[in-house]
């Protein structure tokens, strides 16, 4: 759904009740914003936390398996090229 800023403005209640249904747009084109309830803020929230995992997540290590690892420490590359044929 979507509605003016001045209707938001004139039925602020009324816009939260749709909210509760559906993201609700709020705005014209150069400025929107979205009002979502907190139901689907949580919705998103888990799809997020499900696709975006950090590196050690994405090799199935576990914390203790960090805290063994310690710190990492890779040499330095010097005199890289500066063009590359292709």
Do not use: C
């Not at 602020?12 to 993201?23: D, G, I, L, T, V």
């Not at 139901?39 to 997020?48: E, G, I, P």
């Amino acid at each position: 759904m979507q509605i003016t800023q001045q209707s938001f403005s004139q039925s602020p209640n009324q816009a939260w009740q749709y909210s509760q249904k559906e993201p609700v747009v709020i705005g014209d084109d150069d400025e929107k914003r979205v009002l979502i309830s907190y139901a689907f803020y949580q919705k998103l929230l888990a799809q997020y936390q499900q696709t975006h995992k950090t590196n050690a997540e994405r090799l199935g290590m576990s914390l203790e398996d960090l805290a063994l690892a310690g710190d990492v420490e890779f040499d330095r590359v010097h005199d890289l090229p500066k063009e590359i044929d292709l």
